[in-house]
């Protein structure tokens, strides 16, 4: 008898269920349509949908929930399907540092860490922008629990070093 992997979790479904926000489809198309339902702006706002581009390495986009704002060009984000953990896509991923890297400091280009190698990863994303919740949705945050690797009550030699570290301050 041989076991079927668990289906990948993919950004749109996690950003959906941790935001409210109501957009179907690919994540580079939730900018666009998110005019008209949802605010929009260029600044991260706690539990705003950051939006990011379409591009070779990226064709689909890719949504975030911010969670934390650290400073003027750093935040922390949850989101799904970025950092492939133990040779396996479609994980969630809690409190992952994000940098502004854009000229203009505008948050139109931002690096974001990756556990495979412990760092910021090495390639620029363009972000189209933030989405922000309607005020006084009823939407409960998290809408999934956090899977066990990313718990912090990991201890050295168990294979999560690199997981930790981007779940750390």
């Known amino acids: 008898m041989t076991s079927t992997p668990a289906a990948a979790l993919q950004c749109v479904p996690f950003a959906r269920a941790e935001t409210g926000i109501e957009i179907y489809g690919n994540a580079k198309t939730w900018w666009a349509q998110a005019a008209g339902d949802y605010d929009r702006g260029q600044e991260p706002r706690e539990g705003a949908v950051m939006a990011f581009a379409g591009t070779r390495g990226m064709p689909l986009g890719h949504v975030a929930v911010v969670e934390k704002i650290v400073g ?98």
């Open 72 to 169: 003027d060009r750093e935040i922390l984000i949850s989101h799904s399907n970025w950092s492939p953990i133990h040779g396996r896509r479609g994980q969630i991923e809690r409190n992952v540092r994000v940098v502004d890297v854009s000229d203009a400091g505008d948050w139109s280009l931002v690096r974001v860490w990756y556990a495979p190698i412990g760092d910021l990863g090495t390639r620029t994303n363009p972000v189209q922008g933030f989405i922000y919740p309607n005020a006084g949705g009823d939407n409960p945050r998290p809408g999934y629990d956090e899977p066990v690797w990313a718990k912090n009550d990991w201890k050295p030699g168990n294979g999560l070093e690199l997981v930790a570290a981007s779940l750390g301050n």
